[in-house]
């Protein structure tokens, strides 16, 4: 009578997030430990004062109205505001292409729910970011990995995967923007085939940018909708998790009308709407007329702190490992020597004080063993190096 | 070039929500209406001042903590307290059996993310919950309506249906406990009933449990949990929206360890974690001892408001309507004379003012037409008695 029920085929697909589980990992860490593993905005970068005030306003006037529950496209209050960002950042800001999310995950999820039938092929970068990965696998789409070069996905090479493969990808899976896990961006001639291919092809591109409104360095790149003159097989997936606070779930997709309708009815399948007060507290922020001089604060600490990584990774390990050149977002991606076990090393760093994520959490085939993803927004210059020297130590440790 | 890309299998079986989209319909309309629609708690039984003063510490000490991401499974500032209220309730306290989810609706998500494959055969109420139904279909299952009366799903009839259908279900969905929409419970004999036949065809019971706290009459009946020894067929979906508030979108899961690791990984593909600072809030709530009192309130404030709703449906609609008597939770179910159409009675009660939901919402074959659902706790006595008095007039102009 006790044993557990089958799963169905979809349940026996989800293979978790080595990302997320790292949450729990950590928190679980008795003693001290630099933190270079999650993709989270600096504790210092997130602007608890202005929340704060917001937070006021949207709990402690006694009325309930913020507490029910929202419109599932997203509350009006959120979504004039971020419309008129959209505006100010030359995009398009028609009201049937914006469907608010519980964070940029979900809007993965809405689009690879539309897009991603079992068997169809999802052609994405890597490394990729593990969870946009995880969820188109888990709705049963196959991986055809395409190289990540200093700019960006090598989409020359797509054809000729895509004849090995035996047919084109129906889904391209890309983070063109100061990409998860590698840092680097795609250029903008590399976008304009991407699409060229996209539309020979009839796939959809599901354009994941978490972290471009975070450029530090060099000039802006078009974004694919914009250069697409916003047509409807790209599907954008954006969100304030690393702008603001994640903690806040509160994530944005620009899509086409159609498709946005269809994701409406998804999302009421998947969480009815996205939590109101959060939904409130970021309106404030864009009413306000916060966000801008947020950002360029962040933007300057994060430049600063991706040269001090720089910087350490030179003096800990410039013999031994080469890394990325980001010009913004959050990460850097270091190549170590050949025959190093990245998932070894993680074992013996933790236990050194310093944590990452290894390389095989961002291959669908296991490969990428011998790199790791390096957060350099989450700390200071000073514990960034001692993070980094940990980390010289534990690679000194574990035979290659 | 621009034509919309073909979905997925699944977006075509996404069929959408008539009880959410009300709520961007009602937003919409520019004179009084009475609500009788959602199932949202009354504004002033969600527990502001209490909400105000937590929201105060959790956003309002300049620590940026809990504006980061959550555990997937949950934080543990909530799952501590969670499991101490479920301990005293007499349930198992086991924290590998809780899932905290991002409300109600995503813990219905997980489950049939579980265990619905295409084609499977998920028996439901009928008349049941129209979302937690959706979801069923849109992962393919096949729906199996099984008549309620007013001890619940005829479960007697289940065996019979299941035969004529060719198979048993797989799945069987339920709300056991003042049932959504027709505030019926199910009796004891009926849930050991329901569970033997699980038990003999393996099936899953999916348990949509948002209400159970909410009873203001009658006597206590023991859980599907309970009742099966914590047998692993038995998901539980409860949801703090009822209770608490909606709009901070915090619910949970009791399952068998097995199928909440596997949930885990499936939600760490839906969104990541939940709203960290609501997470934080209702542990707030709990920890501090509130939520009994908070319940008493409403409990006894939600029984005068279904009294009232009673008195008033004997005064408007006496001679020509019958309705349930539910001993808890929110809905009244409300069946007309034969022959009226409750979609055409709801775009005129809606221009008297008067909102609710029509039958055919929660009827997978659009049968229940000349029935409707109202919500009796929204409203105090008065203002429900105008709208009952608006109902009646509506129908009195729509011919049957």
Not at 100 to 119: E, H, K, N, R, W
């Amino acid at each position: 009578m006790n044993s557990v029920p089958g799963l169905a085929d979809r349940a026996t697909r989800l293979v978790g997030s080595p990302i997320d589980s790292s949450t729990s990992l950590l928190a679980r860490q008795r003693h001290d430990i630099v933190r270079f593993a999650m993709g989270s905005p600096a504790d210092d970068m997130v602007p608890t004062a202005l929340i704060s005030d917001l937070a006021r306003g949207v709990f402690c006037t006694g009325d309930a109205g913020p507490l029910q529950y929202a419109a599932s496209e997203g509350d009006p209050a959120l979504r004039g505001p971020l419309l008129a960002l959209l505006d100010s950042l030359g995009e398009n800001p028609d009201p049937d292409r914006l469907l608010i999310t519980s964070g940029g995950m979900q809007g993965l999820d809405l689009a690879c729910t539309l897009f991603v039938d079992p068997g169809d092929l999802v052609a994405v970068e890597s490394p990729t970011y593990t969870n946009g990965m995880a969820t188109a696998m888990s709705y049963g789409g196959q991986i055809l990995e395409v190289p990540v070069d200093r700019d960006g996905m090598v989409v020359e090479a797509l054809p000729g995967l895509a004849a090995q493969a035996g047919r084109p990808p129906s889904v391209i899976y890309v983070i063109p923007t100061f990409q998860n896990p590698s840092g680097v961006t795609m250029s903008e001639a590399r976008r304009r085939m991407l699409l060229d291919l996209a539309a020979r092809w009839d796939s959809v591109i599901i354009d994941d940018d978490p972290y471009g409104l975070l450029r530090f360095a060099g000039r802006d790149v078009p974004g694919l909708q914009e250069l697409s003159g916003n047509d409807p097989r790209v599907v954008s997936v954006r969100t304030f998790s690393k702008i603001i606070a994640p903690g806040l779930r509160v994530g944005w997709i620009q899509a086409d009308p159609q498709i946005v309708t269809t994701m409406v009815a998804a999302k009421q399948a998947m969480d009815t709407c996205t939590n109101l007060p959060a939904q409130r507290i970021v309106a404030g922020l864009l009413s306000g007329g916060h966000l801008a001089s947020h950002l360029n604060r962040a933007r300057a600490e994060y430049r600063r702190r991706k040269q001090a990584m720089d910087a350490s990774l030179r003096r800990w390990l410039g013999d031994v490992a080469t890394w990325t050149d980001p010009e913004g977002g959050f990460f850097l991606w270091v190549t170590l020597p050949d025959g190093v076990d990245a998932e070894r090393l993680f074992e013996v760093a933790l236990a050194q004080g310093v944590a990452f994520i290894p390389g095989p959490a961002f291959s669908a085939s296991g490969g990428l063993r011998n790199a790791i993803r390096l957060c350099f927004a989450s700390n200071g210059p000073e514990r960034t190096d001692e993070g980094v020297a940990r980390l010289a130590a534990a690679l000194a440790a574990v035979p290659a």
